[in-house]
């Protein structure tokens, strides 16, 4: 039975690090979560690190350009792992093959710029899906168009035996107030239909290992028992830390606030019934992260 409390600062003490999602949690697709950003400051001034592990199929370089145009804070976190790169290393070390198919809009582009941390990186050629070796999903062209509309090019695809390789496992998120499906939709009915999609973000280990990867460079050698995950998704950031075996904050004001209808804090009654439905068993839960 998750435990509902009312601060970050109620539990922060017992852990060393933060694994903090962000969309839902630090910011609103929109701009920063001002509580949020305050409770990480108080938490690293207490000398706590924080990794900010984020579904964004962005390269790190690119999520820290978009959180200070949404005014968050730089000294609420100490390092970004996203599953953007998270897959680039995997594309880079020929996971799809070399030539690929693209599924993305313009500013996605960047999943091709080279990583660091892989050595004898492949080359890597967009070519049409014909001719393709694998793909490279970064999200819909256009996040408020159905996931079925890709399911021609998904049928050849299939046929023709390619991988998926999936940036962002996050299904939906909302834009301020807009929902808008994510790369996780169209990998979810490629895998439906009979392809194989291969996932880099939450609650798949890969983005958990270039979590633990940046929070050693900074010289913090943490046991999983002083790691918490904090976020919004019960089947990504909940379930991810479920299958790491480190304790979670659910912060249930974000994707589930309807169901759970939580304002300042969920009722809990509603809650109960909703991670019952969800198989979910965060150790904590708060509405907003604060």
């Keep these: 039975m998750t435990q509902i409390i ?28 001002p509580s949020a950003v305050a409770a990480l400051q108080d938490y690293r001034k207490q000398g706590g690190k924080v990794i900010l592990v984020t579904n964004s199929p962005r390269p ?25 790169d998270s897959a680039r290393s ?24 080279p990583i660091e941390i892989v ?31 890709m399911r021609p090019q ?16 996050d ?4 834009r301020g107030d807009v929902r808008e499906w994510c790369a996780g939709a169209l990998a979810q009915l490629y895998t439906e239909m009979g392809g194989e999609s291969l996932y880099f973000g939450k609650p798949h280990p890969p983005i958990y290992d270039l979590a633990r990867r940046r929070l050693f460079a900074l010289g913090a050698d943490v046991p999983d028992a002083s790691i918490l995950a904090i976020g919004d998704g019960v089947l990504t950031d909940v379930a991810g830390a479920m299958g790491e075996d480190i304790d ?6 974000g994707l589930a606030a ?5 304002t300042h804090q969920p009722d809990s009654e509603l809650l109960t019934a909703y991670l019952e439905a969800e198989k979910s068993n965060p150790t904590f839960t708060i509405g907003h992260l604060r």
């Excluded at 979670?248 to 004001?253: D, P, Q, V």
Aim: glycine share 8%; charged share 20%; with cysteine.
């Design 6 to 33: 009312s601060a970050l600062s109620e539990i922060s003490a017992r852990y060393d690090a933060l694994f903090v999602d962000l969309w839902g949690c630090v910011h609103n697709g929109v701009q920063a979560i």
């Design 60 to 84: 790190r370089a690119n999520v820290e350009i978009q959180l200070e145009t949404f005014g968050v804070a730089r000294d609420c976190w100490d390092d970004i792992a996203s599953s953007g």
């Design 90 to 113: 995997a594309l880079f070390r020929g996971t799809v093959g070399s030539k690929v198919y693209f599924i993305g809009q313009p500013h996605d582009q960047a999943i091709f710029d």
């Design 119 to 149: 050595q004898d990186p492949i080359e890597v050629t967009q070519v049409p899906l014909d001719q393709a070796e694998g793909i490279v999903c970064m999200g819909p062209v256009d996040p408020q168009a159905d996931p079925d509309v």
């Design 154 to 169: 998904f049928l050849l695809a299939k046929q023709m035996g390619l991988k998926l390789l999936c940036a962002n496992p």
């Design 171 to 174: 299904l939906i998120v909302d």
């Design 248 to 253: 979670s904050l659910f912060i249930s004001g």
């Design 258 to 262: 309807a169901e759970t209808k939580t």
